[in-house]
């Protein structure tokens, strides 16, 4: 399943399919992107970043994806399990201002 | 120990009541800050600390005032709010100012302004 832009909030899919959850970004001055998580009640937990200067990096399930010519970031999550179920969000740092700026969120639901 | 703590975890107050919030992390980490997160909302940025002094204020209303007594400590004061400030405030933490990209959250305190 794949989100698409800011603007569709909710996305829903399989249990074991593989996840796409999309972001737009704003800032050109930006250095560096993070993929947070939330569950219900819960604080926002680090799921991976990305520098400016890359294009993709991967981790354990996830890979993100960063194409600066159109500010666009994408989370995949491989395999999705039903821990996987909370909301995804994207922030970007504005350069040199530790300044996390994060985007609307994407709620993800898994179905068995 | 690599958590942010956040009391109390609820608060109810009244628009003439003064409450403090409280986050503590030891982690060592010397930038610490303060967000806000309204329901289904992303958090926004309130106030940044590095190195126990106050670096960004972003505009927040003076009846949230910060303090930072110590590198472990990040207090947020509260007096004379409107019922609007209802929200998840967040605490976060990270190594350094510059370093690192992680900030580590708090569970958050969940206020309700009546």
């Known amino acids: 399943g794949e989100s698409v832009g800011l603007h569709l909030p909710t996305l829903s899919v399989q249990e074991g399919d593989n996840s796409i959850i999309n972001c737009a970004y704003s800032?050109?001055?930006?250095?560096?992107f993070i993929w947070y998580k939330q569950e219900s009640g819960k604080g926002p937990q680090f799921i991976i970043d990305i520098r400016s200067n890359m294009d993709k990096r991967q981790g354990q399930r996830v890979t993100v994806l960063l194409n600066k010519t159109v500010k666009h970031l994408s989370l995949q999550i491989a395999a999705t399990q039903p821990g996987d179920s909370a909301v995804y969000f994207c922030a970007e740092n504005i350069g040199g201002a530790q300044k996390l700026v994060f985007g609307q969120g994407t709620r993800l639901t898994i179905n068995p | 120990d690599t958590e942010v703590t956040q009391t109390p975890k609820h608060l109810v107050m009244g628009m003439t009541n003064k409450k403090s919030l409280k986050c503590e992390q030891h982690?060592?980490?010397?930038?610490m800050y303060w967000y806000k997160q309204k329901a289904k909302k992303p958090p926004e940025l309130m106030f940044v600390y590095s190195y126990e002094k106050l670096s960004i204020n972003e505009s927040v209303p003076s009846r949230f005032s910060p303090e930072c007594p110590n590198s472990s400590l990040l207090n947020l004061h509260l007096h004379a709010l409107q019922p609007e400030d209802s929200a998840l405030y967040l605490c976060?933490?990270?190594?350094?100012?510059?370093?690192?990209?992680?900030?580590?959250f708090g569970p958050g305190t969940r206020l309700t302004v009546l």
């Open positions: 800032n050109s001055a930006s250095d560096y």
């Open positions: 976060a933490s990270r190594f350094r100012a510059s370093d690192s990209n992680e900030q580590f």
């Open positions: 982690m060592g980490h010397r930038a």
